[in-house]
């Protein structure tokens, strides 16, 4: 499903963000990247969906080096990849069912569409009873729900979630990770960028670890360190 | 690309509203860049259509000493014959001339009175094969001193001098609706640049979706179009008002005679308009496609 082979992105002075990296992530799997601030996670992140881009290397996602596409293309690239933020990216003027239903009407899905599928995926997340609240009337879990909801309701073959709990205490970080947990059962595959030792350490998944931009360990049903 | 016109429609609009000082001061800019432009195209149609009236009977009248010797007048005409630059002439003796300058001064009896046979001189009329000023000048200047020659008269320095003004009349409202237009498009590339501001979030959360940019851009160029065209629409009031009050009162004939020539008729003034509208697109498009181009890049 993702493929790195030789990535190297270096920003501005010759900050080195990721160095000559080279990972597979097969469909369906659940991976955490972990390390220190800086050590280059989100920039990870961030290339798999073409935010950025590398200095040397090849990217492929679902089979296509995302390196060779031409930049009408990315949109599409991006309709097959969800994204969850630590600071949820919600619109404040829109309640919790428009949040999630601009993401189906931007991408042009027809109306009857949307009146099926938001209300769906609002069950799914446990929001169903909120659809009318506005993003402030809302938790911080709840409103994280919300932009997995948007990122998830499009069906993506990938979700990638930098820091998805970094604002949320820990009993409801564990309801957001059962959340992840049951998309990634239906076949998605998740990425997560955490700093959450106790997730980390509670899932058992396979973890990526970054040093200054260096993988310096993959392992399968890892640890936090 | 799958644009769902509501969506279009509504997004539109709500960015119109969104600052409407902005919107209205860029509305009127564009409005009075067109105008401007509009006056000028008239007033260029204008002074095209007069001078061409000064030349479809622009002659040139050698003037004769009324006791010429036949022997002179015959050398002149031989010359006059000879002239390529001379397309037709004809002798207008002392009695035609008379009787022209009775008719001339027919309403001052005083005048007419005076006038003796004797006093008017005769003369050539001379069309010339070349009507501009510069052919007509150097034709005058053969013939004046001429023996037997009292007096060469043209009416180019008339027309020279009304060429002259309105040729600065021209270039002083083109450039200024060249700088007002350019001043529109800024307008518009502001007022979009701040739209996009005020949206920064949506727009981010749509490339993060998956939006594709012409999606993210439609309704921003088309704010920026629907500006260009409210203000060419009042530009097309403006320029139909003045011309039916001022260039109306122009060409009433109790001024000068000469502007019945800004006499315009409706297809005139709307061909003006269309060249005027399509500019106003561009503006609008311009200023629109540079700040979409600046601002949105993936």
């Known amino acids: 499903m993702i493929k790195l082979e030789n990535v190297t992105k270096v920003y501005k ?46 990217i492929y996602v679902a089979g296509k080096d995302i390196g060779e596409l031409s930049a009408w293309k990315i949109p599409y690239l991006r309709r097959n990849i969800g994204s969850v933020y630590q600071d949820y990216k919600l619109l404040g003027n829109k309640n919790v069912y428009e949040n999630v239903a601009f993401a189906l009407e931007v991408i042009g899905r027809p109306r009857h569409v949307i009146k099926t599928q938001v209300p769906a995926i609002l069950e799914l997340v446990g929001l169903a009873k909120k659809q009318r609240n506005y993003p402030d009337e809302l938790s911080g879990g709840e409103q994280q729900r919300v932009s997995i909801a948007r990122a998830f309701v499009n069906r993506p073959l990938i979700l990638l979630a930098d820091e998805p709990t970094g604002n949320l205490d820990p009993a409801t970080s564990v309801g957001i990770m059962r959340l992840l947990d049951r998309i990634n059962r239906t076949g998605t595959t998740v990425v997560m960028a955490t700093h959450d030792r106790s997730i980390v350490d509670t899932m058992r998944r396979r973890v990526i670890e970054l040093d200054r931009g260096t993988i310096i360990r993959d392992q399968a049903r890892g640890v936090y360190e | 690309m799958a644009l769902n016109v509501s969506y279009v429609t509504r997004e539109t609009t709500k960015n119109l509203g969104r600052n409407p000082t902005l919107t209205v001061a860029s509305v009127i800019t564009v409005a009075v ?61 002392q009695q035609q001339a008379f009787e022209e300058a009775r008719e001339l001064f027919e309403d001052q009896p005083t005048t007419q009175q005076l006038l003796r046979e004797a006093d008017v001189p005769p003369s050539f009329r001379i069309t010339p094969t070349n009507p501009d000023v510069q052919s007509v000048n150097s034709l005058r200047d053969v013939y004046e001193g001429e023996p037997g020659v009292r007096e060469v008269e043209s009416a180019t320095e008339a027309i020279k001098a009304i060429q002259d003004l309105s040729e600065k009349l021209i270039r002083g409202v083109f450039a200024s609706s060249l700088v007002l237009g350019l001043i529109a498009i800024l307008l518009i590339y502001n007022t979009l640049r701040t739209a996009m501001f005020a949206r920064r979030r949506e727009i981010e959360v749509m490339k993060l979706v998956g939006a594709t940019n012409w999606f993210i851009r439609v309704p921003f160029i088309l704010e920026g179009l629907v500006q260009a065209v409210l203000g060419g629409l009042l530009a097309l009031l403006f320029m139909m008002a003045a011309n039916t009050v001022l260039f109306g009162a122009l060409s009433d004939g109790d001024y000068f005679q000469i502007f019945t020539a800004f006499d315009f008729t409706m297809a005139t003034v709307l061909w003006a308009s269309v060249k005027v509208g399509v500019a106003g697109v561009i503006i609008g498009a311009l200023g629109a496609g540079l700040a979409v181009g600046r601002f949105l890049d993936v």
């Open chain 1, 13 to 58: 002075g010759d900050v080195v963000a990721l160095k000559d990296g080279s990972f597979e992530i097969g469909k369906g799997e659940f991976v955490f990247l972990v390390g220190p601030s800086g050590s280059g996670k989100s920039t990870l992140l961030r290339l798999l969906n073409r935010e950025e881009q590398p200095q040397a290397g090849r």
């Open chain 2, 33 to 93: 860049s067109l105008t401007l432009a509009g006056v000028f195209l008239l007033v260029q149609e204008g002074v095209d259509k007069l001078a061409g009236n000064f030349r479809g009977d622009i002659e040139l009248i050698v003037f004769l000493d009324p006791d010429i010797s036949t022997a002179q007048r015959e050398a002149l005409a031989a010359s006059l014959d000879d002239n390529p630059e001379v397309q037709d002439f004809h002798y207008v003796n």
